[in-house]
Each structure stands twice: as structure tokens, then as C-alpha cells.
């Protein structure tokens, strides 16, 4: 049987500002990219997503991103790679705590927003990033985008990186992501969604906006947990990736 992993932004509530629905979504994924509290989350949230991540059985990544609470993270900051490498450290070590007491540990990092599409190319941020993880130690995997710089960096710094598909974001015929500014990048038919994602489970290709096929090797998927719907699409896609012979299973 063929497998994959299902992946999804949680843990980014924050006061009385309610993002998404965690414990509903863990009924589908197998991995939780929990965030650190600098573009969303705070301490409760992070604690109670962290205890319904150790009981779901799914695993708790690290989902880091610019210290940018107003913007959700979805805006460039142009700081030193020291600065830098210090922020993604920092958020790292906080949610190792927090796993840590509800029973879990982190497994993985997944940049988050802006600063996951920045290092797509930015060489400088994206040896900062990869400087941090390697400085938590453990050598934790990292989840990124295919063909990025970090990807590049991260199995130059001898540590494993994880190709990622998005189920519920547009793409450009280069393998990018249609920007969020731009009309329809994020994807609400659950049907075509569903499809898409047992295309690239199955034949390796995802369809961009423009109708081509990109070839692609993802080992996860992730399906955005602030995406209206999200409950009901990430129930329809693993369904769907289930009845085409796919497992659903955590790639650590």
C-alpha cells in the first residue's frame, strides 16, 4: 500500500480570536504543525492543541514563522539571519516545553506564512532558518516546499527534508503558490480538491491554475486549519486518498 501524510496549521487561536477547529481536524490528519505563539497561538491554545495532538495520536511539529502577530505571519520581515536564526530557536524551544508536558515532543519544523514562501529563494533567511533547527538539535526533519533553497539547505546541513503539497492553495505552473493576494489561490471545492491531492498520492502530478501538470514527490499534504470548510475538506480528502489504496500515516 502506498502512503502519505496528511498535515495541517493548528494551535492558532489567540484570546478570544478562534481560528479553526483542532480537535475535529485531528480526526483526519496525522500531523499537526502547532504554532509557536509569534504569528498565532497563545500559551492555553498552544497547551489545549498540544494534549488533543497526544490524543488523536497525531504528531506535533513546530510551526514556525516571523514574530508578526497582527499581520498572521503573511508578511516578509527583512531582519538579520541572526535575529532570525534567534526567533525560530526561541519558538522551537517554547513548544518543545509545552509538547513535552502534555504528554508529547516535537518531531518536525514547518515554517510558517511569508516565512515559508521568503525561503523558498532567499539564500540568507533560509540557512538562518535551517541554522536555528540545527541548533535545537535532534535533527529534526523540516517540511518545505519542493525545488526550495531551504530544502537545498536543509539536506546540506545533513538534515532530512520533507517535500510538502498544499491541497487548498492555487498553483503556478512553476510549482509555487499562487499568492493569497491574488483571486482564488485558496481552493474551496471539495470535490476538485480531493482529486488533485489523489492525483499527486497516485501519478506524482498536481494540476496548476492553469491547467498543466506539475510533476512533483511530495510525502505530506497540508490542508490550512483557518481555511473555511477545513474540517469537511480534510475529511474528504482522506477519504478519497483511502478509497484510491492510499494510507494515511505521520512521515516520522
Known sequence: MAFIDLNSDVGESFGNWTMGDDAAIFRSVSSANVACGFHAGDPSTIAQTCRDAVAAGVTIGAHVGYRDL??????????????????????????????????????????????????VTHEVQAKAVVDA???????????????????????A?????????????????DGTLVSRREPDAVLHDEEAVAANMVRLATEGTIIARDGSAIRTSA???????????????????????EAAGVGIRSFV
Open 157 to 173: 546541513a545533513g538534515l532530512r527534508g520533507v517535500s510538502e503539497a498544499f491541497a487548498d492553495r492555487a498553483y503556478n505552473p
Open 70 to 119: 497582527a499581520g498572521f505571519g503573511r508578511r516578509f520581515l527583512d531582519c538579520s539571519p541572526t535575529e532570525l536564526a534567534d526567533d525560530v530557536l526561541y519558538q522551537i524551544g517554547a513548544l518543545d516545553a509545552i509538547a513535552r508536558a502534555a504528554g508529547g515532543t516535537i518531531r518536525y519544523v514547518k515554517p510558517h506564512g511569508a516565512l515559508y514562501n521568503t525561503i
Open 133 to 155: 533547527v540545527k541548533a535545537f538539535g535532534g535533527d529534526l526533519p523540516m517540511l518545505l516546499l519542493p525545488g526550495s533553497v531551504a530544502l537545498k539547505e536543509a539536506e
Open 219 to 241: 510525502e505530506s499534504i497540508c490542508l490550512h486549519g483557518d481555511t473555511d470548510g477545513a474540517v469537511a475538506m480534510s475529511a474528504a480528502v482522506r477519504r478519497e486518498l
